[in-house]
């Protein structure tokens, strides 16, 4: 069997008061001056010194989740005295320490330090004014929901903030520390649920955002969700979720959801991951949630154990495909898509091999998945392997969510796909249009990334960025000069197909990913 190596992946909100806040702003160029309140007290930023943007960084937005807070939803900002220096990012959250492989040099990764479960800490860049009403951009990280932070140099956000976007992103606890479910902390727990601290902090951010956005010139009323990988998957459950209603008007899927099990990160019952937290703490020879509390964040991270969302009852009070299926979902317009060539395989099989594979693995549907997945030559097969393992982790779920929401026809959805295979050395040719790499274009970014830059790259990041902020602005990314990016509708199919030229297209590989989507909704 294939193996894959993948970088991923409070309640309602309808009565939240927003809580507006003086703004005094001193434009003395490169100087790190300009003051804000904002909860917990005084904030300053440095000016960029080649924009006015300023940027505020490592920003509290919920208490230190530590001591007797690990594994307790975000809890209200601890006031300081006197300006704060938002000058650095905050800590990472808790993880391994982060080192290069494959494709993913420097550029994808947070620092090395700081690391820490004092972590809840977000970032704000802007060149609005005091009374302005800028659109507000909310950025959540990948990493398979045990790694990633905001520190990492491609998510930088002073390109888009020159473009009239307020740039935010936050950290999230990760790992064990993000989603350990428990009985023990269902029971303490007001709304009986355990589990998906992760997503709560973003759902922290995203009310911060609503009551203290305003200081920075933002719209509290005018705020997208963009994430990537386990971001993209985070997004898809923030619209599924009743607990985020009202905190966002759009949201960007930036390869992946939970609409189709993912083979490598399948959303659980709470009681299936109640009980995976009871053999997590046997493991790590903990008798109660206090003796885990007590333990050192550092032993913790060397108990096995992989953690994720869950369908816990109270941010998902049901599976995001049946929230979906329900039309119980947040009714926001939505961006969706993925990458061509998104996933590794790491045991490549022989034409051979992969034919014996597919008829043993498929049976009687063997020849029509054989029909959309060849394997007539070695190569042939190499491609179908990779074009198979893509689909059924990113592919087959973006799919999903456009033809349901197409199908509800309420609010639009607009699907792409990015096949510019980045420009590399040849260490790093064969890797194409991997994963995460859209998001330097999406940012206009490329300068934090080391690639020798063809002709056609810039231009590219120049209008897939136009096209995400015109989303951000007004819910349509089309807009003066650009090429039309249709609706998808199930009847055309038609997506925004992102290479060397651009263009729209119908869907790539429609036909494969409908028969798979369908197959695997059969139960079989």
């Known amino acids: 069997m294939k193996k894959l190596l993948l970088t991923a992946c409070f309640t309602g909100a309808a009565a939240i008061a927003l809580v507006f806040y003086s703004f005094t702003m001193s434009k003395s160029a490169g100087k ?10 005084k904030i300053s930023g440095v000016k960029s010194s080649a924009s006015d943007v300023v940027a505020f960084k490592g920003i509290p937005f919920a208490a230190p989740p530590v001591g007797e807070l690990r594994w307790k939803a975000p809890q209200p900002v601890v006031p300081w005295s006197g300006v704060k220096a938002c000058n650095a990012f905050g800590p990472s959250p808790m993880q391994g320490v982060p080192k290069p492989f494959m494709v993913y040099t420097s550029e994808f990764l947070i620092p090395e330090q700081p690391i820490s479960e004092d972590c809840l800490y977000l970032n704000v860049w802007t060149n609005a ?14 990493g398979g929901f045990s790694s990633g932070g905001t520190g990492v140099p491609i998510y930088d956000g002073e390109a888009m903030a020159k473009k009239g976007v307020i740039f935010v992103s936050a950290n999230y606890r990760v790992g064990v520390f993000g989603f350990l479910a428990h009985p023990d902390l269902t029971k303490e727990s007001q709304n009986r649920a355990s589990g998906n601290y992760g997503l709560m902090d973003q759902i922290a951010a995203l009310v911060w955002i609503k009551k203290n956005i305003a200081a920075f010139g933002g719209d509290p009323n005018n705020i997208t969700i963009d994430g990537q990988s386990a971001g993209s998957m985070s997004v898809n459950c923030l619209v599924a979720s009743p607990a985020a209603r009202g905190l966002f008007n759009r949201a960007i899927a930036e390869s992946g959801s939970f609409m189709v099990a993912n083979p490598l990160i399948q959303s659980t019952t709470l009681a299936m991951a109640e009980q995976q937290g009871v053999k997590f703490a046997a493991s790590a020879h903990a008798r109660s949630i206090e003796d885990l509390r007590k333990m050192p964040a550092a032993d913790l ?10 369908t816990d009852g109270y941010v998902l009070p049901k599976p995001v495909s049946q929230l979906f299926a329900e039309g119980a979902q947040n009714n926001v317009p939505v961006i969706t898509g993925w990458n061509a060539d998104e996933s590794f395989i790491m045991s490549m099989k022989t034409k051979d091999a992969y034919v014996e594979q597919i008829k043993k693995q498929y049976g009687a549907d ?50 792409y796909n990015f096949n510019r295979k980045l420009p590399a050395t040849a260490d790093y040719v064969k890797y194409g249009a ?42 349509n990314p089309n807009g003066q000069g650009l090429p039309e990016w249709p609706k998808y509708d199930n009847q055309t199919q038609q997506a925004m197909v992102f290479d060397k030229a651009s263009g729209k297209q119908p869907l790539p590989d429609r036909d494969a990913l409908k028969f798979m989507v369908d197959r695997t909704e059969a139960g079989k």
């Open 301 to 310: 991270m060397k108990v096995p154990g992989r953690f994720s969302p869950i």
């Open 32 to 41: 790190n001056d300009d003051t804000i309140t904002v909860e917990g007290g």
């Open 129 to 142: 004014h005091k009374g302005a009403k800028h659109p507000v951009f909310l950025w959540i990280y990948g």
């Open 366 to 415: 063997a020849d029509e998945v054989l029909k959309y997945y060849p394997g007539n030559t070695d190569e042939e097969a190499a491609r179908s392997q990779v074009r198979m393992s893509r689909d059924q982790t990113f592919a087959m779920s973006g799919f999903k969510w456009l033809s349901l929401q197409s199908q509800q026809g309420k609010a639009p959805i607009y699907a």
């Open 434 to 475: 991997f994963h995460t790499g859209e998001v330097a274009y999406v940012m206009d970014d490329l300068k934090f990334l080391n690639r020798p830059w063809e002709p056609a790259d810039q231009p590219l990041a120049t209008l897939m960025s136009s096209y995400w902020v015109n989303f951000i602005k007004t819910g």
